[in-house]
């Protein structure tokens, strides 16, 4: 069954510094989206992109963050300079066409840890 | 302030026991409701409504939504040790985003 995959599965990185999380959604799927969950805490929406272009961000994404899809089968998140609150769980999540009725299906997440 | 709330935040039974969760939300352009369940990482889908009143069912899990009243309810029967996990509910806007309750935590003891 095809699935979504997030590389690495854990990152520890030094405040300051940038991360690149990554995802390789489900190869029909056109739609994606990044995640996060802190730790004990909701999940929250990050953005929303297709065809090239964010679709939709939320407020949590401000300048420090960026996605990107370099290549056909590859979705990125960017944290330019990490702060100890990005610490979290981040979620990437591919559907097939974004439609109100289908399925966002999850990757098994990135664990962010900065220090 | 939170426009998913489920119910309870946690819940703890016996094998065997029949288990219903609550989800109620406050939106203006409803497109979906979903529920998933988070075990150790990433949330994996249960199920998707879109009809009130049309129950879905998988196994022993089963949901329905009720778009006049604003809420949905899972319930799980004869429930099981791995049934242990924290359930989540999220509605779909208009602008597709998922928007997420706290979730309940569900223990099942042996």
């Known amino acids: 069954e095809p699935e979504v995959t997030q590389t690495p599965s854990h990152q520890v990185t030094q405040m300051g510094q940038e991360v690149i999380l990554r995802c390789v959604p489900i190869s029909n799927h056109l739609y994606f989206y990044w995640y996060r969950q802190i730790l004990g805490q909701k999940v929250e929406f990050l953005v929303s992109?297709?065809?090239?272009?964010?679709?939709?961000k939320s407020e949590i994404f401000d300048d420090q963050f960026s996605v990107e899809r370099p290549d056909g089968s590859n979705f990125t998140l960017k944290i330019r300079s990490t702060k100890l609150e990005d610490s979290a769980m981040y979620f990437c999540?591919?559907?097939?066409?974004?439609?109100?009725?289908?399925?966002?299906?999850f990757g098994p997440g990135t664990r962010l840890t900065v220090l | 302030e939170d426009k998913v709330v489920q119910s309870p935040l946690s819940l703890v039974v016996h094998e065997g026991d029949t288990v219903t969760l609550n989800c109620s939300y406050e939106v203006t352009n409803f497109r979906s409701l979903l529920w998933y369940k988070q075990e150790k990482k990433a949330p994996t889908f249960l199920f998707m409504l879109t009809s009130s009143g049309i129950e879905k069912k998988s196994g022993r899990l089963s949901s329905i939504l009720d778009k006049k009243e604003l809420f949905s309810i899972l319930n799980i029967t004869a429930t099981q040790t791995g049934d242990s996990a924290i359930y989540l509910c999220a509605y779909m806007d208009s602008n597709y985003q998922l928007i997420w309750g706290a979730g309940t935590k569900l223990i099942i003891k042996p």
């Open positions: 999540a591919s559907s097939e066409d974004g439609r109100g009725t289908d399925t966002q299906y």
């Open positions: 992109f297709y065809n090239n272009e964010i679709s939709e």
